[in-house]
């Protein structure tokens, strides 16, 4: 149990034993620290329900608390607001526990759930670019972070790789090499091993195939075609299509490894192919379907709605099924696959409409209960400085691989300008360059709310100052470089002692508070939680090691304590950038 959540059950219990409500012993960190560390505020509440007056109320929860021995300050300011300071001797054995335990202080919840987390949306063969950074890193760490809380958490990609650029694809390959044995109808196999593709390929045939599709209609008809038969499994186009598939994935793959991004499944719309039939066939059926104009439509708008919603259209009058169709088939196949009890959505949140539609869609059609939770957790864009999402100078969407390079080529730039890890090999200083680089990337998106927009100014992320990855790597280093010196002079941490005074007892403060960030940042699906409290320990820690000198402290009961202060510290910052998808360099 966290202080804060032993806090409040405490004064709830003295509230209830004034026949009052345990919520109004809520204790939060205080507004005010130069007055109290904690804080409880029920008392303004409760007293106004019970009509009494509230600074009494607040000195009576006082005189119920069983054990005031354990605060150095409990007093009642203003109202009825009831200040808490913990007594240095309890503060420091709370956090010794912590220190001493096998984790972090979070604790698992008592209810963990199954949920998938969506947050990949790449397509076969198209290279990942700019727009996908935001669910990629958004959606890994709000899966670790769930994972942390105990959660059982899928990851799934969802790739884009069953509709019409598959065909445009193939009746392009077509025309650039006919004599291909995919293409002889009467040719059933066996088919070459080796792809007739690479990527490099598909970056120049993707935007040809699409732009002919739009202005030739002779074209567009056979790309038509070849989907259609794709679909009906024609085994050279099914050869092909599974070729465009692995090579797309394998580059996929690498970026994301790189990212330190990785799914638990890579299925895509192929993988629900065969249930989008009878699934039409099942609405129209049940009558929560209907045909309007040829296309079968489900109504989906409810009569409280602010706004517009348009039914969602499961098939087009021609029978062709759309984006719609398969995600309400994709919400089927999870159901029964994984019987989950969550589906989390990171994508873009210009999408809320679509999402909205197809999350009343399934439940009307009964694919998913009420049980089940559907949330669209929507991401904002990557923009320049001119407010608009990010261009590359020629006008086009910048590669994420671009933007991973350009990160780790300025922060070799910065680590040479700051003189750090000069004195290193050359492979270990890239190295170090290749995580700070990585890391001011992720940092400087997942600072920011998830469903904001920001600019990409990789200057600001690369600095080894404020609010950045680098400053929070290069304080985790400091960190371990304070306990291999100290492991070196023979000195290990030791038991927490009391605070010695406001640097050290504000560091203690500072470690407690994360069991309630992580819940913070799981409930809301906002890693930013997480960064900012990284930033704002790592500022804590900078504060203290300024001011107490850690190897020079001559009274070795102190300066052991201190050091486990440094080990716990290095323990926190060191998890919490593992939920925000960083790796930290063993020096600097």
């Known amino acids: 149990m966290s202080i804060l959540s032993e806090l409040s059950e405490e004064f709830g219990a003295a509230f209830v034993a004034l026949g009052l409500d345990a919520s109004d012993g809520e204790v939060a960190v205080s507004q005010r620290p130069e007055l109290a560390q904690y804080q409880c505020n029920g008392a303004l509440g409760a007293a106004k329900r019970a009509g009494r007056n509230p600074r009494e109320l607040a000195e009576a929860v006082i005189a119920g608390l069983p054990d005031s021995s354990r605060f150095s300050d409990l007093s009642v300011a203003g109202p009825g607001f009831i200040n808490i300071t913990l007594a240095d001797e309890v503060l420091a054995s709370y956090v010794e526990t912590i220190r001493t335990g096998d984790g ?48 059982e958490v899928i990851g799934d990609v969802h790739l884009g790789d069953w509709g019409s650029p598959q065909g445009q694809l193939i009746a392009e390959l077509e025309d650039r090499q006919p004599d291909l044995p995919y293409f ?12 007739p593709v690479a990527m490099d390929d598909f970056n120049e045939m993707y935007p040809t195939a ?21 679909q009906k499994r024609r085994p050279g186009y099914l050869a092909l299509w599974q070729h465009f598939r692995d090579v797309s994935i394998d580059a ?70 759309l984006y719609t169709t398969w995600d309400v088939a994709t919400i089927q196949d999870r159901v029964d696959q994984f019987d989950v009890a969550a589906m989390i959505y990171i994508v873009d949140a210009r999408q809320s409409l679509h999402f909205e539609q197809v999350f009343r869609a399934a439940r009307r059609a009964g694919i998913v209960g009420e049980d089940v939770l559907l949330e669209h957790a929507g991401n904002g864009t990557v923009n320049g400085a001119d407010g608009k999402p990010l261009k590359t100078r020629d006008g086009g969407t910048p590669l994420l691989r671009s ?89 290990t941490p030791g038991v927490l002692a009391p605070a010695t005074g406001e640097f050290d007892r504000n560091l203690m403060l500072a470690l407690l508070r ?13 890693p ?14 900078s504060r203290f090691y300024e001011h107490c000198r850690i190897l020079d402290e001559s009274d070795g009961s102190t300066q052991a304590s201190w050091l486990g202060l440094v080990e716990l510290c290095l323990r926190q910052v060191t998890f919490l950038l593992d939920l925000l998808v960083m790796e930290v360099p063993e020096r600097m």
């Open 104 to 151: 972090v202080g979070v604790m698992p919840r008592e209810a963990p759930a199954r949920m998938i987390i969506d947050y990949g949306g790449p397509n076969v063969a198209k290279e990942l670019h700019v727009g996908h950074l935001r669910p990629a890193v958004i959606g890994e760490s709000l899966k670790r972070i769930m994972r942390a809380l105990g959660n």
């Open 184 to 195: 002889d109808a009467a040719n059933v196999g066996p088919y070459p091993v080796e792809p």
């Open 210 to 230: 699409s732009n002919r599709a739009a202005t030739d209609e002779e074209f567009k008809e056979r790309a038509r075609q070849a989907t259609a038969e794709l």
């Open 252 to 321: 996929i793959k690498a970026v994301y490894d790189e990212l330190g991004v990785s799914f638990d499944l890579w299925h895509g719309e192929s993988t629900i192919a065969e249930l989008l039939d009878p699934l039409i066939e099942r609405v129209l059926a049940s009558g929560v379907a209907r045909i309007s104009e040829g296309a079968v439509v489900i109504d989906v708008a409810l009569p409280d709605d602010k706004n517009e919603i348009p039914p969602l259209l499961m098939a087009k009058s021609d029978g062709a099924t």
């Open 403 to 491: 933007l991973i390079d350009d990160a780790i080529d300025r922060a070799a730039q910065r680590l040479a300008e700051n003189d750090l890890a000069s004195e290193y090999s050359e492979e270990e200083r890239s190295e170090i360059a290749h995580l700070v680089g990585l890391a001011a990337l992720k940092y400087g998106d997942l600072q920011n709310h998830r469903a904001s927009d920001y600019i990409f100014d990789l200057d600001r992320f690369v600095s080894f100052e404020g609010r950045t990855g680098p400053y929070l790597l290069y304080s985790a280093v400091r960190m371990k470089s304070i306990l291999r010196k100290a492991s070196e002079q023979g000195l």
């Open 514 to 526: 994360l069991p309630e960030i992580v819940s913070r940042a799981a409930e809301h699906r906002a």
């Open 528 to 541: 930013n939680h997480i960064a900012l409290y990284a930033y704002e320990l790592a500022a804590e820690f």
